[in-house]
């Protein structure tokens, strides 16, 4: 069955008392396997979408759901990756994508295996025994998707994960993304507020305007996607105009 928020709410408190609505009536389907990305302003709201889905915040109105289950808290269901990867540093790669197995205690032989799968899948081979500070911030990240995929979650939620990158390692991990999310056939709910990123990744791209959803896309184009087509420009194009209004552009048009 998938997420759903169904005519959710949340709102702050001001300094008054009074409240602010950051996100109003949002209503969204998401099905299991599909690659969503949430575009928008700074202070849109579309961190605060992710951290219901995560359990961390709750709706003031309204439902989350993932398979047709309450939202509650955070749960191992959902994995998040942040946009820092927030490593232990005393841990080596290995030790890092291991931990969530072994808090859920495992057998030793279980654990071995399965961390190999995913550092394997993630392209690590070498460089278990390495710890954060001797890996590059592409490598390190990746670890950090290893590490919430290694419970098995239904659904991954990444908060602007590739943020924190240079452009070229960022190209890159867009690719190994890709590969990854191909491999594993998870949900996988992913902030930006880079309108290509979004166009590149995305099986649909939700825009998040004004605590709004403004636009809800889906984004017709064969993967591997070439950025340089007419059509991927055209996506570009629709949902820059889109987030621009005159008024305090912050959304990167790469």
């Known amino acids: 069955?998938?997420?759903?928020f169904r005519n959710v709410h949340k709102s702050f408190d001001e300094l008054d008392g009074k409240p602010r609505y950051i996100l109003e009536d949002i209503n969204l389907k998401i099905e299991t396997g599909e690659f969503i990305c949430v575009l928008g302003k700074s202070g849109c709201g579309k961190s605060t979408m992710l951290n219901m889905l995560a359990g961390y915040l709750k709706p003031d109105k309204g439902r989350i759901t993932v398979d047709g289950e309450?939202?509650?808290?955070?749960?191992?269901?959902?994995?998040?990756?942040?946009?820092?990867?927030?490593?232990?540093?005393w841990y080596t790669v290995k030790e890092n994508i291991e931990f969530g197995l072994k808090l859920k205690k495992h057998k030793n032989a279980e654990v071995e295996k399965i961390a190999k799968q995913y550092?394997?899948?993630i392209g690590l081979q070498g460089y278990e025994n390495?710890?954060?500070?001797?890996?590059?911030?592409?490598?390190?990240?990746?670890?950090?998707?290893?590490?919430?995929?290694v419970n098995n979650?239904?659904?991954l939620l990444?908060?602007?994960?590739?943020?924190?990158?240079?452009?070229?390692?960022?190209?890159?991990m867009r690719k190994e993304l890709?590969?990854?999310?191909?491999i594993s056939k998870k949900t996988i709910f992913f902030i930006t507020h880079s309108v290509p990123e979004a166009v590149y990744l995305a099986d649909r791209v939700i825009l998040l305007k004004q605590g709004h959803i403004a636009m809800d896309t889906h984004i017709e184009l064969e993967r591997p996607r070439d950025i340089r087509s007419d059509k991927f420009s055209e996506y570009v194009d629709l949902f820059s105009k889109g987030l621009t209004d005159g008024s305090d552009m912050d959304v990167i048009v790469e």
């Open 158 to 172: 990444m908060d602007e994960p590739l943020g924190a990158l240079d452009a070229m390692t960022r190209d890159t």
């Open 70 to 89: 309450d939202v509650k808290g955070p749960s191992a269901q959902r994995g998040v990756v942040f946009q820092q990867h927030a490593l232990f540093p």
């Open 130 to 149: 390495a710890y954060p500070a001797e890996l590059s911030g592409g490598m390190a990240q990746r670890v950090g998707i290893a590490r919430a995929l």
């Open 119 to 121: 550092i394997d899948m």
């Open 1 to 4: 069955m998938g997420v759903e």
């Open 178 to 182: 890709i590969r990854i999310w191909q």
């Open 153 to 155: 979650p239904q659904v």
